[in-house]
């Protein structure tokens, strides 16, 4: 009996009896008469998970490689993580942001020192990307400078402020008038930086792998020259890491990858999703006393934000990260997916890119959602980010033996039918 089962009122929804009543078809019944649709059908209906697998509510157990979106760093269930939580509920769960805690503080001072943030560094903490990134809008507000540079394929949330700078017009349209003053510029284009860069921007935001664009990373050399630009004209280099973030890509954040940032040191940085290792919590971390004063007091707030069961999650996560040496083995593990992906001769795979374990598999047009429909019914939760990407983000504990299994279902995959039709095989 898992946790979740154990903790659950007995008899109460949750609980292992009624969760075992009714089959995942009654429930995404239930959820389409009590559930908003935003989201479209659920996939599945999930009621368990271990490490980086979780089983649905028919019993079907599926290799996790999504991890709730870059979110289980750790994989489902981790005892250390359960612990911490648990005990951390269990001393003191929630107080107003006009106290402190020391779990809080604790967990600002890590992130000051993992994102290497000089004296004068201060950290906001939210409950997710989206809230991370409109306080970040509000300090790019306090400069007193009206322009805010992203760049086409951009996704920075869905609250009013983060959509502004989010790209896809569906996503935009149904809820203009948006925030204005935000410009795109083609992604990644050196000489259109240069040519919009001017006094009047007061920030430049950029995703160092664009995630939801399908796992693209800035050219070499765009996040340096966009330091060089924005510290000449006085505007804050910002940087959503929401994805890329807290050991995904096998650094503490992927512009620390030479490769990536080109030794760039940004002015602000925006956290969430593998922070907590599946508790919610985000973080904006302002680098030196200029970004970290932009808000004073008052001017911004939370209620939730910086929860001592939040920074108790976030600091355990850290904690599980250095002290079994995930960064090493996230490196390890994607390099070997990647290389195995790139050798299994899928007839519809055109290549393979990503950092550590945020990889993308590209694929030829139109193919990803039959092939991400395939893999999950041969127990494999991976995203079709693009119609011609699947994305994969797997918890951070992923090992070669698993990254293996999801490349030989491609191997087999790719020896089945060439229409696209073939069932792969139920789980
Ligand atoms: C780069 C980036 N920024 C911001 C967000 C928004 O985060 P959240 O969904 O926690 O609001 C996401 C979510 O996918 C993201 O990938």
Redo the contacts with the bound molecule.
């Keep these: 009996m898992s946790t979740h089962e154990v903790a659950a009122t007995p008899g109460g929804p949750g609980s292992a009896d009624a969760v075992a009543r009714e089959s995942g078809a009654a429930w995404t019944e239930r959820y389409t008469h009590a559930v908003m649709n935003t989201f479209g059908a659920p996939q599945r209906v999930l009621v368990r998970g271990e490490g980086a697998y979780v089983w649905d509510a028919d019993g079907n157990r599926y290799l996790d490689l999504l991890a709730g979106?870059?979110v289980n760093a750790l994989g489902h269930a981790h005892p250390t993580l359960t612990a911490a939580i648990s005990a951390q509920l269990g001393t003191l769960g929630h107080v107003s942001n006009f106290f402190a805690t020391p779990t809080q503080v604790a967990l600002a001072e890590r992130l000051l020192e993992l994102c290497r943030a000089p004296a004068g560094s201060r950290v906001f903490f939210t409950n997710?990307?989206?809230?991370?990134?409109e306080a970040m809008v509000k300090m790019a507000r306090r400069t007193g400078r009206p322009r805010i540079l992203a760049l086409e394929g951009a996704?920075?949330?869905?609250?009013m402020g983060?959509l502004a700078l989010t790209a896809k017009a569906a996503y935009r349209e149904p809820f203009e008038p948006l925030p204005g003053g935000v410009e795109f510029l083609p992604f990644g284009d050196t000489a259109a930086l240069e040519a919009a860069m001017a006094d009047d921007v007061a920030a430049v935001v950029l995703?160092p792998i664009?995630?939801?664009a399908g796992v693209r990373p800035l050219p070499p050399g765009y996040l340096a020259r966009a330091r060089e630009l924005t510290a000449q004209h006085g505007a804050l280099l910002v940087l959503?890491?929401?994805?890329?973030g807290m050991g995904r890509t096998g650094a503490w954040l992927a512009h620390q990858h030479p490769h990536l940032g080109g030794g760039a040191v940004p002015d602000v940085v925006?956290l969430?999703?593998g922070l907590g290792g599946g508790f919610?919590v985000?973080a904006v971390v302002a680098f030196g006393e200029r970004a970290a004063t932009l808000l004073g007091p008052g001017q911004h707030g939370t209620t939730f934000g910086g929860n001592p069961v939040a920074a108790a999650a976030a600091l355990t996560t850290i904690g599980v990260i250095e002290r079994d040496g995930l960064l090493a083995q996230v490196t390890a593990v994607g390099e070997a997916l990647r290389t195995g992906i790139a050798a299994a001769g899928h007839p519809l795979v055109t290549g393979v890119r990503g950092e550590g374990l945020l990889v993308a598999v590209g694929l030829r047009p139109d193919a990803a959602a039959a092939l991400a429909a395939r893999a999950l019914a041969a127990g494999f939760i991976v995203n079709p980010v693009a119609p011609d990407a699947i994305r994969l983000a797997p918890p951070l504990i992923l090992t070669a033996e698993q990254a293996a299994d999801f490349v030989a279902f491609l191997e087999a995959d790719g020896r089945a039918p060439a229409d696209g039709t073939a069932d792969a095989g139920a789980a």
């Design positions: 979106i870059a997710s990307g989206t809230e991370a990134n996704f920075h949330g869905r609250t983060a995703e664009q995630g939801e959503d890491e929401v994805q890329t925006t969430a999703k919610p985000g």
